[in-house]
């Protein structure tokens, strides 16, 4: 039994597992909403609910406030549709020192992402990649020599945490044409320095960015919004409008800030964060940036305001090309038959 490739000419692929259709003899396809599968057995439910771009079942079960320990960390939900969670303490003092010292030694690059046209989205700050496979003889005696081996600790740590099961399944097997990491990235703001407001994209489907010198000043205008944010459907919006509805709330988001504390964000009337979230060195966030059928969420539009003094911070981004993209339902489903179908 072949999957529906009639579907494939729509850009939404109904979301049905090939068992079903096997059992059912039936193709369903929605234009309208790609997972609206009917719900009368417990494969049928688990199908409906299967989100390898979103969280594990561990953290999907939390509500917002709440905290769960696991993989030996003590991790937090912030917000809800858009999912953003808070793990303390993922990278200790000594590997965030190895990571600061290796970025210097290996040089870091004046960071000018480019948006449409010639303006560059980032101020005064600078980055690179730390290889994590990079062969290192640490004969030398130099702490940064230990670099590959914290890099690959810190992105091992992210993905246990806060990867759905089946990517870690997928990484595990080195499965890249469905998930894989790229190196760990160690950026630096200096004074003042600043990232406006993007969408990650390039398929990073989860970031885990972790605080290295304690300093925060992330924001997600649309954190903790569910409520205000019901009917809007943020895939089919691009950024800027996006943007201006952000300026019709009074209070928005959730404003991330370290040791720096948050009056310099609150002085400025760039945003008024219906919460602040208190982070210390070595803390993370993660949060998810693609919905279930492959588009980008908008939600999780972020920046980092200018911050007032030097920051530091390392980002771990985990991809699927191929479940973003308007193929997304199709190889979901396929992944979904894989991981799950034998059990029913
Ligand atoms: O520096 C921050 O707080 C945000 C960084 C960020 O959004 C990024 O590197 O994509
Ligand atoms: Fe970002």
Known sequence: ???????????????????????????????????????????????????????????????????????????????????????KDLIPEEDRIILMQAAQVQGMK?????????????????????????????????????????????????????????????MNNAEIGICFAEDLQVAKYDKDGRFDYHHDGYSRYLTVLSYLNGVGGTYFPFGGMKDELEGIDFTNENEVSVLSFKRQLEKCGILIVGEEGSDAYLQSAFMKPKQVVQIEAGDAIAFYNYMPGGEKDLRLLHCSLPVPKEKWISTAWFRSDALTGPFASFKKAQLFESFYGGAQ
């Open 1 to 87: 039994m072949s999957y529906p490739l009639v579907s494939l000419a729509f850009s939404r692929v109904a979301y049905t597992t090939r068992r079903q259709m096997q059992n059912n003899n039936l193709r369903r396809f929605s234009t309208i909403e790609p997972f609206a599968v009917d719900v009368d057995t417990n494969g049928e439910t688990l199908a409906s609910s299967f989100n390898p771009v979103g969280p594990p079942d561990f953290l999907s079960a939390i509500t917002v406030g709440e905290s769960i320990r696991s993989h030996g960390k003590n991790i937090t939900r912030l917000s809800s549709s858009p999912d953003i969670f808070l793990a």
């Open 110 to 170: 004046v960071a000018g992402t480019k948006q449409s046209g010639e303006n560059t989205v980032r101020k005064n700050s600078y980055l690179t990649w730390i290889d994590p496979f990079s062969i290192v003889s640490t004969d030398e005696g130099s702490d940064w020599r230990d670099a590959p081996l914290v890099a690959r600790d810190t992105i091992f740590k992210s993905r246990s945490c806060f990867a759905h099961d089946v990517m870690n399944d997928s």
